[in-house]
């Protein structure tokens, strides 16, 4: 019986996920992966040790670069669990950032911020403009 109320799925000019004749990985698998990366537990080079595949591939599939018709957890760029303090080179602590834009908003000079808190400018810049702690803006 045929389900008029459905859409079809759309074909594929070819196979992909699991379906592909060099397949090393299935669906469930990516699944897991991505779990177990967005987790924190679980780094890509390990993930690429347990699963059989390149550092690289586990990089494709964490950011979604592949296996795009999978669900789970997908992660560009860095991890939230080294985003801000934890961090390895972090000079700053969410405490001084959140003091930094307060500063700024009160007319502080980011030349005169980066002196105080010493960091470049084009940090203080980066954080004023969301693109550097913008977890906590």
Known sequence: MIDRD???EPKRAYNCGSDHKLAVLTEDDV??????????????????????????????????????????????????????EKHQFAKLKEADVLQIFSASVAGHDPAVLADFWGVSISTIRNILAGRAWKHLL
Do not use: C
């Open 6 to 8: 459905r859409e079809p």
């Open 31 to 84: 699944l897991v992966i991505r779990k177990w990366y967005a987790s924190g537990e679980w780094t890509h080079g390990g993930l690429a040790k347990e699963f059989g595949v390149s550092k690289a591939t586990i990089g494709q599939i964490t950011r979604g670069d592949t296996w795009k018709h999978v669900g789970g957890t997908v992660i560009k760029g860095h991890r939230p669990t080294n985003w801000g």
